[in-house]
């Protein structure tokens, strides 16, 4: 019977990015954006996220 999963992956970007990410976030808290809109954003500029899908079969 093949078993179904997903696999997320999460690893910090490359140096210049990581910090346009801080800044977006830093920039978003002094000029009183709520953290629901900044936060999001500074992750995914600061991180990179790959997700897997995979169907594997069972012997």
């Given amino acids: ?3 179904f999963g997903l696999t997320i992956d999460i690893c910090p970007r490359a ?3 990581c910090m346009i990410g801080m ?11 709520p953290a629901v809109v900044s936060l999001p954003l500074a992750f995914m500029m ?4 790959n ?9």
Avoid: C, I, N
């Fill in 51 to 59: 997700f897997r899908r995979w169907r594997h079969q069972r012997s």
């Fill in 23 to 33: 800044s977006e976030a830093g920039y978003g808290f002094w000029v009183d954006v």
């Fill in 15 to 17: 140096l210049p990015f």
């Fill in 46 to 49: 600061t991180f990179r996220v």
């Fill in 1 to 3: 019977m093949p078993r």
